[in-house]
């Protein structure tokens, strides 16, 4: 019983551990992209910007690591993102595997608890014979506990490991459409000014082949 109490506590505190770290807000605060795409398009972030912007949330962290590539192609930006990628989901993965293998584990242990409880019993029934029926009764039902204890703790495991992991997923995916819109945006805005740059020149070529043929 001892092993299964040890795992009950543990697979608590990862499950309020992991309902306080994996909120939206904390994750992907809201108007952080709009935010942030102002402030770049309006001067280039300094260090201090882009380590506070790091430190702030995942997607603020997603977003430093493009902007730190923001003088290069669109293309090196994205892979710096997804690199950093990785260890967000890493982060955001922590203690689900101890979760998930408190799950396997805990029934095991009860199933062991049982089986040496009725090693027990069975060793008085050797000794005393098996005319205590009461005795006997009473010894089977403790042996029981355990495979019940390790059930009643598997179970909401398994439940609240299939939930967190489920929630990751829509994070993840979560984060990479808001890093995809970030870096076209950033790139669409920056466009922008050459584009009409272009234009304008192009126009005042029109303009000056039109004065010179009349």
């Given at each position: 019983?001892?092993?299964?109490?040890?795992?009950?506590?543990?697979?608590?505190?990862?499950?309020?551990?992991?309902?306080?770290?994996?909120?939206?807000?904390?994750?992907?605060?809201?108007?952080?992209?709009?935010?942030?795409?102002?402030?770049?398009?309006?001067?280039?972030?300094?260090?201090?910007?882009?380590?506070?912007?790091?430190q702030g949330s995942p997607l603020g962290f997603l977003f430093a690591a493009g902007l730190r590539n923001l003088e290069f192609s669109r293309e090196v930006m994205k892979e710096s993102i997804e690199e950093a990628a990785?260890?967000?989901?890493?982060?955001?993965?922590?203690?689900?595997?101890?979760?998930?293998?408190?799950?396997?584990?805990?029934?095991?242990?009860?199933?062991?608890?049982?089986?040496?409880?009725?090693?027990?019993?069975?060793?008085?029934?050797?000794?005393?014979?098996?005319?205590?029926?009461?005795?006997?009764?009473?010894?089977?039902?403790?042996?029981?506990?355990?495979?019940?204890?390790?059930?009643?703790?598997?179970?909401?495991a398994v439940l609240f490991h299939r939930f967190f992991e489920r929630r990751v997923q829509d994070m993840v995916v979560h984060l990479e459409q808001e890093s995809i819109k970030l870096v076209d945006e950033l790139y669409?805005?920056?466009?922008?000014?050459?584009?009409?740059?272009?234009?304008?020149?192009?126009?005042?070529?029109?303009?000056?082949?039109?004065?010179?043929?009349?």
């Amino acid at each position: 019983m001892l092993p299964i109490l040890a795992s009950s506590v543990a697979a608590a505190a990862i499950i309020l551990e992991r309902f306080w770290v994996l909120r939206r807000a904390r994750i992907a605060p809201v108007s952080l992209r709009q935010q942030v795409v102002r402030q770049a398009l309006s001067a280039p972030m300094t260090s201090t910007q882009l380590y506070e912007l790091e430190q702030g949330s995942p997607l603020g962290f997603l977003f430093a690591a493009g902007l730190r590539n923001l003088e290069f192609s669109r293309e090196v930006m994205k892979e710096s993102i997804e690199e950093a990628a990785a260890a967000v989901v890493h982060e955001l993965e922590r203690f689900l595997s101890l979760l998930g293998s408190i799950a396997a584990i805990t029934p095991l242990l009860g199933l062991l608890g049982t089986v040496l409880g009725m090693i027990d019993v069975f060793a008085v029934i050797m000794e005393q014979g098996a005319g205590k029926a009461p005795a006997l009764a009473g010894g089977i039902s403790q042996a029981l506990v355990t495979t019940a204890a390790g059930l009643s703790v598997a179970i909401p495991a398994v439940l609240f490991h299939r939930f967190f992991e489920r929630r990751v997923q829509d994070m993840v995916v979560h984060l990479e459409q808001e890093s995809i819109k970030l870096v076209d945006e950033l790139y669409g805005q920056r466009a922008k000014p050459a584009s009409a740059i272009s234009d304008r020149a192009a126009s005042q070529k029109e303009c000056q082949r039109k004065v010179a043929s009349a």
